[in-house]
């Protein structure tokens, strides 16, 4: 009985990393589409698509330092 739980606390784990895999180029790519569409209505190339970028890489780390000291207190 406690093997078959076991099993179902690693898929927990292996689904909660895949999402943390996925938040860093997640939050990169909304802030890069975000800057490109501002940057075309505003006409401002480049300097709010690359305001948008650190802005999502900054997002992006944040999530993934949060997520990651969340799934360490876990264990």
Not at 15 to 38: E, H, N, Q, R
Not at 50 to 66: E, N
């Amino acid at each position: 009985m406690a093997n078959r739980y076991q099993g179902k606390f690693n898929l927990r784990k292996i689904t909660a990393l895949s999402s943390l895999v996925l938040m860093l180029p997640s939050s990169i790519a909304v802030g890069l589409f975000l800057g490109y569409f501002l940057d075309k209505i505003f006409g401002t190339q480049p300097w709010l698509l690359f305001v948008f970028l650190l802005l999502g890489t900054a997002s992006g780390f944040y999530s993934l330092i949060r997520g990651l000291s969340k799934y360490n207190k876990e264990d």
